[in-house]
T-cell receptor, first 114, second 111 residues
Framework: DTEVTQTPKHLVMGMTNKKSLKCEQH?????MYWYKQKAKKPPELMFV???????INESVPSRFSPECPNSSLLNLHLHALQPEDSALYLC?????????????FGQGTRLTVV | SQQGEEDPQALSIQEGENATMNCSYK?????LQWYRQNSGRGLVHLIL?????REKHSGRLRVTLDTSKKSSSLLITASRAADTASYFC???????????FGKGTRLSVIA
């Protein structure tokens, strides 16, 4: 299984809602990532988890809250988002942090904040 | 900030032609990777070239790396309509940092 599965595929939420994005991989990867991608732009790193611990937070606003319940799962909790947070949110994983192997990406969650 | 800068930003070619995309970066790297993204979907890894390598092939793909010029190129030979996608280079800097993506090249292959 070389897949990274993200749910939901699409999400529309109001600015007062609380929602969560989920990501799952069963490749035994110990590094997991959240990226945000706006239209016609490259993915921008948000968070890195290394061995289930948050190792990098790229100055992301606190309305985005990541969580890594176990080595296979990564969540992104959303609260009080703004319309400008609408984007494609991509989860990725790689074998070992810092070993510079390929990253495997999920298909993303297309988020619209209204 | 983005590490890599691709050019051209957009490229349109006929099926069967070769497509060349370039990537430049600013700091020393461990390796450079190329990814492909179909419209609004996840990224797919194409090829990784290490900083001590100069050229690498995979099927119809050929990647070169010139660390003295801090640049890389991706050549897709005998392009197909199915190659239509955005292509990104990604680098990780020395010091075990995660991937940072360039701005990407949008390739259109016309049948």
């Amino acid at each position: 299984d070389t897949e990274v599965t993200q749910t939901p595929k699409h999400l529309v939420m109001g600015m007062t809602n609380k929602k969560s994005l989920k990501c799952e991989q069963h490749m035994g990867h110990r590094a997991m990532y959240w990226y945000k991608q706006k239209a016609k732009k490259p993915p921008e790193l948000m968070f890195v988890y290394s061995y289930e611990k948050l190792s990098i937070n790229e100055s992301v606003p606190s309305r985005f809250s990541p969580e890594c319940p176990n080595s296979s799962l990564l969540n992104l909790h959303l609260h009080a988002l703004q319309p400008e947070d609408s984007a494609l949110y991509l989860c990725a994983s790689s074998q070992e942090p810092g070993q510079h192997t390929e990253a495997f990406f999920g298909q993303g969650t297309r988020l619209t904040v209204v | 900030s983005q590490q890599g800068e691709e050019d051209p930003q957009a490229l349109s070619i006929q099926e069967g032609e070769n497509a060349t995309m370039n990537c430049s970066y600013k700091t020393s790297i461990n390796n450079l990777q190329w990814y492909r993204q179909n419209s609004g979907r996840g990224l797919v890894h194409l090829i990784l070239i290490r900083s001590n390598e100069r050229e690498k092939h995979s099927g119809r793909l050929r990647v070169t790396l010139d660390t003295s010029k801090k640049s890389s190129s991706l050549l897709i030979t005998a392009s197909r309509a199915a190659d239509t996608a955005s292509y990104f280079c990604a680098t990780d800097r020395i010091g075990n940092t995660p991937l940072v993506f360039g701005k990407g090249t949008r390739l259109s292959v016309i049948a």
